[in-house]
Protein backbone atom coordinates (compact mmCIF):
# COMPACT_ATOMS: atom_id res chain seq x y z
CA UNK A 1 0.00 0.00 0.00
CA UNK A 2 1.54 3.52 -0.97
CA UNK A 3 2.08 5.73 2.17
CA UNK A 4 2.03 9.43 1.33
CA UNK A 5 5.21 11.03 1.78
CA UNK A 6 6.33 13.47 4.57
CA UNK A 7 5.58 17.06 3.31
CA UNK A 8 8.80 19.00 4.86
CA UNK A 9 7.81 22.09 6.27
CA UNK A 10 10.08 25.39 5.56
CA UNK A 11 9.98 26.01 9.35
CA UNK A 12 10.92 22.40 10.23
CA UNK A 13 14.65 23.17 11.03
CA UNK A 14 15.28 22.10 14.79
CA UNK A 15 15.07 25.73 16.38
CA UNK A 16 11.19 25.51 14.60
CA UNK A 17 10.63 22.11 16.16
CA UNK A 18 11.49 23.68 19.41
CA UNK A 19 8.71 26.47 18.28
CA UNK A 20 6.31 24.10 17.41
CA UNK A 21 6.03 22.63 20.50
CA UNK A 22 5.86 25.78 22.39
CA UNK A 23 2.67 26.96 20.04
CA UNK A 24 1.44 23.79 21.54
CA UNK A 25 0.28 25.32 24.46
CA UNK A 26 -2.63 27.02 22.84
CA UNK A 27 -3.75 24.42 22.21
CA UNK A 28 -3.87 23.16 25.62
CA UNK A 29 -7.81 22.30 26.69
CA UNK A 30 -9.19 25.25 27.41
CA UNK A 31 -11.80 25.47 30.80
CA UNK A 32 -14.58 28.32 31.92
CA UNK A 33 -16.67 27.72 34.44
CA UNK A 34 -20.62 26.59 33.74
CA UNK A 35 -23.32 28.95 33.50
CA UNK A 36 -24.94 26.63 36.12
CA UNK A 37 -22.86 28.08 39.22
CA UNK A 38 -24.17 29.82 42.08
CA UNK A 39 -21.88 30.87 45.06
CA UNK A 40 -21.90 32.55 48.69
CA UNK A 41 -19.67 32.90 51.63
CA UNK A 42 -20.50 31.22 54.50
CA UNK A 43 -20.07 33.13 58.13
CA UNK A 44 -16.77 31.07 58.60
CA UNK A 45 -15.42 32.12 55.15
CA UNK A 46 -15.54 28.61 53.52
CA UNK A 47 -16.66 29.17 49.64
CA UNK A 48 -20.19 27.61 48.53
CA UNK A 49 -20.78 26.21 45.42
CA UNK A 50 -23.69 24.92 43.82
CA UNK A 51 -24.33 23.75 40.29
CA UNK A 52 -28.28 23.54 39.31
CA UNK A 53 -27.39 20.97 36.41
CA UNK A 54 -25.76 18.36 38.09
CA UNK A 55 -26.86 19.26 41.44
CA UNK A 56 -23.56 19.90 43.25
CA UNK A 57 -23.49 21.53 46.32
CA UNK A 58 -20.23 21.76 47.64
CA UNK A 59 -17.92 23.91 50.24
CA UNK A 60 -14.27 25.09 49.21
CA UNK A 61 -12.60 25.65 52.63
CA UNK A 62 -11.54 29.18 52.93
CA UNK A 63 -7.69 28.49 51.94
CA UNK A 64 -8.68 27.67 48.63
CA UNK A 65 -11.30 30.12 48.13
CA UNK A 66 -8.94 32.00 45.72
CA UNK A 67 -7.65 29.57 43.85
CA UNK A 68 -11.15 28.37 43.17
CA UNK A 69 -12.17 31.87 42.17
CA UNK A 70 -9.33 32.03 39.83
CA UNK A 71 -10.22 28.98 37.84
CA UNK A 72 -14.03 30.27 37.89
CA UNK A 73 -13.38 33.51 36.30
CA UNK A 74 -15.69 34.33 33.69
CA UNK A 75 -13.15 34.47 31.00
CA UNK A 76 -11.70 30.77 31.80
CA UNK A 77 -8.06 29.79 31.91
CA UNK A 78 -6.23 27.05 29.62
CA UNK A 79 -3.51 24.00 31.21
CA UNK A 80 -3.96 21.15 32.72
CA UNK A 81 -6.02 21.06 35.67
CA UNK A 82 -4.84 19.82 39.23
CA UNK A 83 -6.72 18.25 42.30
CA UNK A 84 -8.62 21.08 42.77
CA UNK A 85 -9.54 21.17 39.10
CA UNK A 86 -10.62 18.19 38.77
CA UNK A 87 -12.59 18.76 41.44
CA UNK A 88 -14.45 20.95 40.02
CA UNK A 89 -14.95 19.44 36.78
CA UNK A 90 -16.35 16.44 38.11
CA UNK A 91 -18.92 17.97 39.89
CA UNK A 92 -19.79 19.83 36.78
CA UNK A 93 -18.57 23.77 37.87
CA UNK A 94 -16.51 23.70 35.58
CA UNK A 95 -16.68 23.02 32.03
CA UNK A 96 -14.55 22.52 28.68
CA UNK A 97 -14.83 25.78 27.13
CA UNK A 98 -15.59 23.80 23.67
CA UNK A 99 -18.36 22.39 25.35
CA UNK A 100 -22.28 23.66 24.34
CA UNK A 101 -23.48 23.57 27.91
CA UNK A 102 -26.86 25.28 27.26
CA UNK A 103 -27.37 23.03 23.90
CA UNK A 104 -27.10 20.12 26.27
CA UNK A 105 -29.45 21.34 29.14
CA UNK A 106 -31.54 22.25 26.29
CA UNK A 107 -31.84 18.79 25.23
CA UNK A 108 -31.99 17.09 28.17
CA UNK A 109 -35.13 19.22 29.40
CA UNK A 110 -37.08 18.45 25.67
CA UNK A 111 -36.47 14.59 26.80
CA UNK A 112 -37.63 15.35 30.05
CA UNK A 113 -40.08 17.08 29.35
CA UNK A 114 -41.68 15.31 26.55
CA UNK A 115 -41.19 11.80 27.80
CA UNK A 116 -43.94 10.17 27.83
CA UNK A 117 -43.11 6.78 30.16
CA UNK A 118 -44.58 8.56 33.20
CA UNK A 119 -47.85 9.79 34.51
CA UNK A 120 -48.68 12.01 37.55
CA UNK A 121 -51.83 12.18 38.80
CA UNK A 122 -53.15 14.98 41.75
CA UNK A 123 -56.47 13.06 42.92
CA UNK A 124 -58.70 15.41 44.62
CA UNK A 125 -60.60 12.24 46.51
CA UNK A 126 -62.98 15.43 48.09
CA UNK A 127 -63.25 18.82 47.02
CA UNK A 128 -64.99 19.78 50.20
CA UNK A 129 -63.18 20.29 53.47
CA UNK A 130 -63.56 19.95 57.33
CA UNK A 131 -61.78 23.47 57.44
CA UNK A 132 -62.10 27.18 56.89
CA UNK A 133 -58.68 28.47 57.12
CA UNK A 134 -58.81 32.51 56.34
CA UNK A 135 -56.20 32.22 53.43
CA UNK A 136 -57.59 29.71 51.73
CA UNK A 137 -58.37 30.08 48.47
CA UNK A 138 -60.76 26.85 47.60
CA UNK A 139 -64.67 27.47 47.41
CA UNK A 140 -65.63 23.69 48.22
CA UNK A 141 -67.78 23.29 45.60
CA UNK A 142 -67.98 19.45 45.45
CA UNK A 143 -67.50 16.76 47.78
CA UNK A 144 -66.30 12.98 47.41
CA UNK A 145 -64.76 11.96 44.19
CA UNK A 146 -67.46 9.72 42.21
CA UNK A 147 -67.61 6.40 41.97
CA UNK A 148 -68.15 6.78 38.43
CA UNK A 149 -64.68 9.00 38.24
CA UNK A 150 -63.36 5.89 40.25
CA UNK A 151 -63.67 3.42 38.12
CA UNK A 152 -63.29 5.50 34.95
CA UNK A 153 -59.52 6.48 36.36
CA UNK A 154 -59.01 2.96 37.59
CA UNK A 155 -59.76 1.67 33.50
CA UNK A 156 -57.70 4.78 32.30
CA UNK A 157 -54.68 3.97 34.18
CA UNK A 158 -54.58 0.09 34.14
CA UNK A 159 -54.74 0.58 30.47
CA UNK A 160 -51.73 3.65 30.23
CA UNK A 161 -49.68 1.32 32.95
CA UNK A 162 -47.95 -1.16 30.25
CA UNK A 163 -46.31 1.61 28.18
CA UNK A 164 -45.07 4.02 31.80
CA UNK A 165 -42.24 3.35 33.54
CA UNK A 166 -42.99 5.96 36.27
CA UNK A 167 -46.52 6.54 38.75
CA UNK A 168 -46.67 9.55 40.91
CA UNK A 169 -49.86 9.74 42.45
CA UNK A 170 -50.39 12.70 44.80
CA UNK A 171 -53.52 13.61 46.84
CA UNK A 172 -55.12 16.53 47.33
CA UNK A 173 -58.30 18.91 47.51
CA UNK A 174 -60.42 20.47 49.55
CA UNK A 175 -59.43 17.90 52.06
CA UNK A 176 -57.80 14.31 50.91
CA UNK A 177 -59.15 12.35 53.76
CA UNK A 178 -62.47 13.83 53.98
CA UNK A 179 -62.97 12.03 51.06
CA UNK A 180 -61.73 8.60 52.62
CA UNK A 181 -63.70 6.78 50.34
CA UNK A 182 -61.99 7.45 47.84
CA UNK A 183 -58.65 7.35 49.21
CA UNK A 184 -59.22 3.58 50.29
CA UNK A 185 -60.79 2.61 47.08
CA UNK A 186 -57.76 3.96 44.87
CA UNK A 187 -54.56 4.10 47.05
CA UNK A 188 -54.19 -0.11 47.07
CA UNK A 189 -55.45 0.02 43.71
CA UNK A 190 -52.88 2.31 42.38
CA UNK A 191 -50.09 0.53 44.38
CA UNK A 192 -50.74 -2.80 43.04
CA UNK A 193 -50.93 -1.53 39.72
CA UNK A 194 -47.75 0.07 40.08
CA UNK A 195 -46.07 -3.22 41.72
CA UNK A 196 -47.39 -5.67 38.83
CA UNK A 197 -46.02 -3.13 36.02
CA UNK A 198 -42.55 -2.83 37.84
CA UNK A 199 -42.96 1.05 37.95
CA UNK A 200 -41.47 3.18 39.99
CA UNK A 201 -44.22 4.50 42.45
CA UNK A 202 -44.20 7.62 44.20
CA UNK A 203 -47.18 8.90 46.37
CA UNK A 204 -48.21 12.12 48.66
CA UNK A 205 -50.63 13.90 50.53
CA UNK A 206 -51.20 17.52 51.08
CA UNK A 207 -53.52 17.19 54.60
CA UNK A 208 -54.69 19.80 57.12
CA UNK A 209 -53.69 16.34 59.38
CA UNK A 210 -56.93 16.61 61.66
CA UNK A 211 -57.95 13.36 60.17
CA UNK A 212 -54.87 11.68 60.14
CA UNK A 213 -55.30 9.31 62.79
CA UNK A 214 -52.72 6.00 63.62
CA UNK A 215 -55.19 4.02 62.01
CA UNK A 216 -55.57 5.72 58.94
CA UNK A 217 -51.83 6.78 58.90
CA UNK A 218 -50.84 2.76 59.40
CA UNK A 219 -53.71 1.78 56.51
CA UNK A 220 -51.68 4.82 54.47
CA UNK A 221 -48.28 3.25 54.96
CA UNK A 222 -49.42 -0.12 53.54
CA UNK A 223 -49.87 1.43 50.29
CA UNK A 224 -46.48 3.44 50.12
CA UNK A 225 -48.06 6.34 51.31
CA UNK A 226 -45.90 8.53 53.77
CA UNK A 227 -45.01 11.87 52.09
CA UNK A 228 -47.05 14.37 54.03
CA UNK A 229 -47.82 17.97 53.27
CA UNK A 230 -49.32 18.96 56.58
CA UNK A 231 -49.92 22.76 58.16
CA UNK A 232 -49.49 23.65 61.64
CA UNK A 233 -49.57 27.63 61.99
CA UNK A 234 -47.69 27.91 65.54
CA UNK A 235 -48.97 27.11 68.73
CA UNK A 236 -53.11 26.51 69.63
CA UNK A 237 -53.86 30.31 69.63
CA UNK A 238 -52.51 31.40 66.67
CA UNK A 239 -53.52 27.98 64.88
CA UNK A 240 -56.69 28.13 66.31
CA UNK A 241 -57.37 31.41 64.25
CA UNK A 242 -55.82 31.12 61.11
CA UNK A 243 -57.25 27.29 60.65
CA UNK A 244 -60.60 26.80 62.34
CA UNK A 245 -62.96 23.87 61.65
CA UNK A 246 -65.76 24.81 59.04
CA UNK A 247 -68.00 25.59 62.23
CA UNK A 248 -65.52 27.73 63.86
CA UNK A 249 -64.04 25.19 65.94
CA UNK A 250 -60.70 24.74 67.65
CA UNK A 251 -58.13 22.22 65.21
CA UNK A 252 -54.80 22.43 67.26
CA UNK A 253 -55.42 19.60 70.01
CA UNK A 254 -56.44 16.94 67.53
CA UNK A 255 -53.91 17.88 64.77
CA UNK A 256 -51.09 17.69 67.69
CA UNK A 257 -52.20 14.36 69.43
CA UNK A 258 -52.13 12.63 65.85
CA UNK A 259 -48.50 14.14 65.32
CA UNK A 260 -47.38 12.68 68.46
CA UNK A 261 -48.78 9.34 67.82
CA UNK A 262 -47.20 9.30 64.14
CA UNK A 263 -44.34 10.52 66.60
CA UNK A 264 -43.98 7.59 68.70
CA UNK A 265 -44.27 5.28 65.58
CA UNK A 266 -41.61 3.62 64.05
CA UNK A 267 -42.39 3.65 60.63
CA UNK A 268 -40.18 5.84 57.93
CA UNK A 269 -42.52 8.79 56.78
CA UNK A 270 -41.78 12.40 55.86
CA UNK A 271 -43.48 15.04 57.61
CA UNK A 272 -43.23 18.41 55.42
CA UNK A 273 -44.57 20.71 58.57
CA UNK A 274 -45.31 23.94 56.47
CA UNK A 275 -46.06 27.03 58.98
CA UNK A 276 -47.75 29.95 56.95
CA UNK A 277 -46.64 32.96 58.70
CA UNK A 278 -48.24 36.45 58.43
CA UNK A 279 -48.29 39.49 60.54
CA UNK A 280 -50.71 38.22 63.03
CA UNK A 281 -48.25 34.90 63.94
CA UNK A 282 -44.47 36.10 63.00
CA UNK A 283 -44.42 37.15 66.83
CA UNK A 284 -45.06 34.03 68.25
CA UNK A 285 -42.82 31.93 65.83
CA UNK A 286 -40.08 31.49 68.82
CA UNK A 287 -42.42 29.18 71.50
CA UNK A 288 -43.69 27.36 68.54
CA UNK A 289 -40.13 25.97 67.55
CA UNK A 290 -39.53 25.80 71.53
CA UNK A 291 -42.58 23.38 71.55
CA UNK A 292 -41.76 21.43 68.52
CA UNK A 293 -38.19 20.94 69.65
CA UNK A 294 -39.67 19.77 72.83
CA UNK A 295 -42.01 17.55 71.43
CA UNK A 296 -40.29 15.68 68.46
CA UNK A 297 -37.05 15.60 70.41
CA UNK A 298 -34.88 15.75 66.77
CA UNK A 299 -37.41 13.52 64.95
CA UNK A 300 -35.77 13.95 61.52
CA UNK A 301 -39.07 12.90 59.81
CA UNK A 302 -40.70 15.86 60.70
CA UNK A 303 -39.07 18.96 58.27
CA UNK A 304 -40.37 22.96 58.72
CA UNK A 305 -41.21 24.51 55.70
CA UNK A 306 -42.02 28.08 56.18
CA UNK A 307 -44.62 29.81 53.47
CA UNK A 308 -45.31 33.62 53.51
CA UNK A 309 -49.27 33.68 53.16
CA UNK A 310 -49.97 35.64 50.77
CA UNK A 311 -53.16 36.93 48.59
CA UNK A 312 -54.18 33.59 47.13
CA UNK A 313 -57.16 34.28 45.61
CA UNK A 314 -59.66 33.53 48.37
CA UNK A 315 -62.59 35.64 49.39
CA UNK A 316 -61.09 36.27 52.83
CA UNK A 317 -57.65 37.88 50.55
CA UNK A 318 -58.12 41.98 51.80
CA UNK A 319 -58.39 41.09 55.46
CA UNK A 320 -54.99 38.96 56.14
CA UNK A 321 -52.11 40.66 57.46
CA UNK A 322 -49.56 40.21 55.05
CA UNK A 323 -45.68 40.40 55.68
CA UNK A 324 -44.02 42.76 53.08
CA UNK A 325 -41.23 40.43 50.95
CA UNK A 326 -38.81 42.27 52.94
CA UNK A 327 -40.57 41.29 56.24
CA UNK A 328 -41.05 38.17 55.14
CA UNK A 329 -37.03 37.10 53.99
CA UNK A 330 -35.91 38.36 57.27
CA UNK A 331 -38.91 36.38 59.21
CA UNK A 332 -37.83 33.53 57.09
CA UNK A 333 -34.09 33.92 58.34
CA UNK A 334 -34.83 34.37 61.69
CA UNK A 335 -37.50 31.16 62.20
CA UNK A 336 -34.47 28.72 60.37
CA UNK A 337 -31.88 29.94 62.10
CA UNK A 338 -33.53 29.60 65.44
CA UNK A 339 -34.81 26.03 64.18
CA UNK A 340 -31.28 24.99 63.58
CA UNK A 341 -30.34 26.19 66.62
CA UNK A 342 -32.96 24.33 68.71
CA UNK A 343 -31.96 21.10 66.57
CA UNK A 344 -35.22 21.11 64.23
CA UNK A 345 -34.67 20.81 60.29
CA UNK A 346 -35.99 22.67 57.93
CA UNK A 347 -36.95 22.28 54.35
CA UNK A 348 -33.63 23.84 51.55
CA UNK A 349 -32.75 24.08 48.44
CA UNK A 350 -31.19 20.68 48.49
CA UNK A 351 -34.53 19.05 49.03
CA UNK A 352 -35.32 19.79 45.73
CA UNK A 353 -31.95 19.70 44.01
CA UNK A 354 -32.75 17.69 41.18
CA UNK A 355 -33.06 18.56 37.26
CA UNK A 356 -35.92 20.02 36.74
CA UNK A 357 -37.60 20.08 40.25
CA UNK A 358 -38.81 23.58 40.22
CA UNK A 359 -40.62 23.19 37.01
CA UNK A 360 -44.35 23.11 38.56
CA UNK A 361 -46.54 20.15 37.54
CA UNK A 362 -48.68 22.03 36.27
CA UNK A 363 -46.29 22.56 33.14
CA UNK A 364 -45.96 19.41 32.51
CA UNK A 365 -47.87 17.28 29.70
CA UNK A 366 -48.32 14.00 31.64
CA UNK A 367 -49.99 15.62 35.16
CA UNK A 368 -52.90 15.89 35.16
CA UNK A 369 -55.78 17.14 38.40
CA UNK A 370 -58.54 14.57 38.36
CA UNK A 371 -61.16 16.36 39.93
CA UNK A 372 -64.20 14.79 42.34
CA UNK A 373 -66.54 15.20 38.97
CA UNK A 374 -64.46 13.94 36.88
CA UNK A 375 -62.61 17.67 35.13
CA UNK A 376 -59.51 17.14 34.22
CA UNK A 377 -57.16 20.26 35.53
CA UNK A 378 -53.34 21.13 35.46
CA UNK A 379 -53.29 24.07 38.38
CA UNK A 380 -53.70 23.44 41.81
CA UNK A 381 -54.29 27.54 42.73
CA UNK A 382 -56.71 27.76 39.74
CA UNK A 383 -59.13 24.49 39.61
CA UNK A 384 -61.71 25.02 38.49
CA UNK A 385 -62.72 28.59 39.06
CA UNK A 386 -61.77 29.63 35.57
CA UNK A 387 -62.49 27.61 32.56
CA UNK A 388 -59.09 27.57 30.98
CA UNK A 389 -57.57 25.49 33.62
CA UNK A 390 -60.24 22.74 32.66
CA UNK A 391 -58.52 21.09 30.10
CA UNK A 392 -61.10 17.95 29.76
CA UNK A 393 -62.68 15.17 31.39
CA UNK A 394 -61.99 11.82 32.19
CA UNK A 395 -65.25 9.95 30.81
CA UNK A 396 -67.00 6.52 30.49
CA UNK A 397 -64.51 3.32 29.80
CA UNK A 398 -61.71 5.28 30.88
CA UNK A 399 -61.16 7.80 28.04
CA UNK A 400 -59.34 10.83 28.87
CA UNK A 401 -60.52 13.87 26.48
CA UNK A 402 -58.25 16.95 26.77
CA UNK A 403 -58.53 20.21 24.99
CA UNK A 404 -55.34 20.55 23.47
CA UNK A 405 -55.93 24.42 22.62
CA UNK A 406 -56.38 25.02 26.48
CA UNK A 407 -53.57 22.35 27.46
CA UNK A 408 -50.83 23.56 24.73
CA UNK A 409 -51.20 27.05 27.21
CA UNK A 410 -49.79 25.16 30.42
CA UNK A 411 -47.38 22.93 28.52
CA UNK A 412 -45.40 25.40 26.39
CA UNK A 413 -41.58 24.52 27.17
CA UNK A 414 -40.60 28.04 28.19
CA UNK A 415 -36.97 26.74 28.52
CA UNK A 416 -36.86 27.00 24.60
CA UNK A 417 -38.68 30.23 24.23
CA UNK A 418 -37.69 32.81 26.44
CA UNK A 419 -33.83 33.32 25.92
CA UNK A 420 -33.45 35.28 29.14
CA UNK A 421 -34.32 32.25 30.90
CA UNK A 422 -31.38 30.58 28.62
CA UNK A 423 -28.50 32.81 30.41
CA UNK A 424 -30.35 32.09 33.87
CA UNK A 425 -28.22 30.39 36.33
CA UNK A 426 -31.85 28.45 37.84
CA UNK A 427 -32.71 27.29 34.48
CA UNK A 428 -31.80 23.65 35.30
CA UNK A 429 -34.41 23.73 37.91
CA UNK A 430 -36.75 25.84 36.84
CA UNK A 431 -36.46 25.43 33.51
CA UNK A 432 -39.03 28.87 33.07
CA UNK A 433 -41.72 26.84 34.15
CA UNK A 434 -41.74 27.11 37.58
CA UNK A 435 -45.37 28.47 37.63
CA UNK A 436 -46.97 28.53 34.30
CA UNK A 437 -49.98 30.80 35.51
CA UNK A 438 -47.77 33.85 36.08
CA UNK A 439 -46.89 33.62 32.85
CA UNK A 440 -50.34 33.45 31.41
CA UNK A 441 -51.48 35.72 33.55
CA UNK A 442 -48.58 38.94 33.48
CA UNK A 443 -47.03 37.80 30.24
CA UNK A 444 -43.89 37.78 32.88
CA UNK A 445 -41.24 35.08 33.45
CA UNK A 446 -41.98 33.07 37.03
CA UNK A 447 -38.83 34.44 38.72
CA UNK A 448 -40.64 35.16 41.68
CA UNK A 449 -41.36 31.58 42.55
CA UNK A 450 -38.40 30.49 42.71
CA UNK A 451 -35.31 31.40 44.96
CA UNK A 452 -33.55 33.73 42.54
CA UNK A 453 -34.15 36.82 44.58
CA UNK A 454 -32.44 35.15 47.72
CA UNK A 455 -30.21 32.31 46.59
CA UNK A 456 -27.08 33.19 48.58
CA UNK A 457 -29.38 33.11 51.77
CA UNK A 458 -31.10 29.83 50.84
CA UNK A 459 -27.31 28.20 50.22
CA UNK A 460 -25.95 29.80 53.57
CA UNK A 461 -28.95 27.94 55.17
CA UNK A 462 -28.54 24.99 53.43
CA UNK A 463 -25.11 24.90 54.19
CA UNK A 464 -25.74 25.21 57.95
CA UNK A 465 -28.60 22.71 57.93
CA UNK A 466 -25.91 20.11 56.14
CA UNK A 467 -23.85 21.11 58.88
CA UNK A 468 -26.23 20.67 61.76
CA UNK A 469 -27.41 17.19 60.36
CA UNK A 470 -23.55 16.14 59.78
CA UNK A 471 -22.66 16.88 63.21
CA UNK A 472 -25.44 14.70 64.79
CA UNK A 473 -25.21 11.70 62.50
CA UNK A 474 -21.32 11.62 61.36
CA UNK A 475 -22.19 11.94 57.70
CA UNK A 476 -20.19 13.94 54.99
CA UNK A 477 -20.99 17.50 53.72
CA UNK A 478 -18.80 17.42 49.97
CA UNK A 479 -16.19 19.79 50.92
CA UNK A 480 -12.55 19.95 48.80
CA UNK A 481 -9.62 19.01 51.12
CA UNK A 482 -7.78 21.29 51.92
CA UNK A 483 -4.35 19.87 51.27
S1 LIG B 1 -46.86 27.04 40.69
FE1 LIG B 1 -48.27 28.36 39.57
S2 LIG B 1 -49.13 27.05 37.94
FE2 LIG B 1 -48.16 25.73 39.44
S3 LIG B 1 -49.84 25.10 40.80
FE3 LIG B 1 -48.85 26.89 41.72
S4 LIG B 1 -50.00 28.68 40.97
FE4 LIG B 1 -50.53 26.93 39.68
S1 LIG C 1 -38.21 32.00 35.07
FE1 LIG C 1 -36.68 33.29 36.06
S2 LIG C 1 -35.66 31.90 37.52
FE2 LIG C 1 -36.75 30.62 36.03
S3 LIG C 1 -35.22 30.13 34.42
FE3 LIG C 1 -36.39 31.95 33.75
S4 LIG C 1 -35.14 33.68 34.43
FE4 LIG C 1 -34.48 31.88 35.61
Same mark, same amino acid.
Given at each position: ????????????????????????????KRWRPSQFNARAIASDSNMLLWNTRSGAFSVIPAVRRLQTEQMLKKNGFAGEL???????????????????????????????????????????????????????????????????????????????????????????????????? *??????????? $? &?? +?????? =?? %????????????????????????????????????????????????????????????????????????????????????????? *??????????? $? &?? +?????? =?? %????????????????????????????????????????????????????????????????????????????????????????????????????? &????????????????????????????????????????????????????????????????????
Amino acid at each position: MATLPMVASPFDTAAHSRSLVQISSPLAKRWRPSQFNARAIASDSNMLLWNTRSGAFSVIPAVRRLQTEQMLKKNGFAGELDTLGQYLLKRGYLVPAEESELDSVLLQMYQQHFREDGLELILLSSEDCNFRCRYCYEDFPRGTMLKSVRDNLKTYVERAAPRLRHLAISWFGGEPLYGWE *AVEDLAPFMND $L &AE +KHGLSY =GS %SMTTNGYLLTPEKARALFSWNMRKFQLTVDGLADQHNKSRPGRDGSATWDTIMHNLLSLHEMPDPFFINLRLNVDLENAPHLREYIDFL *AATFEGDERFV $L &AI +KNVGNW =GG %SNDSNLTIQSSKQASATQEQVEAYSEQCGISHSTILDSNSFGAGACYAARPRSFIVGANGNIMKCTIVLDKDKYNVVGTLEDGGIMKIDETLHKKWIEPSF &ALDPDCQTCHLLPSCQGISCPLIRHNTGKRPCAATVKSRIQAEMLGAYRQKKRVASKTASRIDTHASS
